[in-house]
C-alpha cells in the first residue's frame, strides 16, 4: 500500500525482492519503482528452497525482469548499482 511504502522510506527501512517466491506464493508483484522512489533500498533476494527450488540468483534476477516489465511495460529498464 502507498501509506505502508511511505513508512518505509521514512523509517530507512531496506527490502529484498524474491520475485519467484512471491509468484509461488501469490504474493503479487514489488512496486520497486514506488520503493525506490521513496527511498527504500531495494535489493534482490532468493527464498529459501520451499519456494525456489534452484535458490539460483541469475533465474531470481531474470524472473525479476520479467516481472517488472509485466507491471510497468517498457517503463521497465534495468540498472544497478555495483
Known sequence: ??????????????IAS????????????????????????????VDGAASNEAADMQSEAHAAWLL???RKGERAQPRHEG
Open 1 to 14: 500500500l502507498p501509506e505502508e511504502i511511505r513508512l518505509l522510506g521514512e523509517t530507512g527501512t531496506g
Open 18 to 45: 524474491c520475485p519467484q517466491s512471491n509468484g509461488r506464493l501469490g504474493s503479487g508483484i514489488a512496486n520497486l519503482p514506488a520503493l525506490e522512489a521513496a527511498g527504500v533500498a531495494v535489493s534482490l533476494g
Open 68 to 70: 517488472q516489465r509485466a
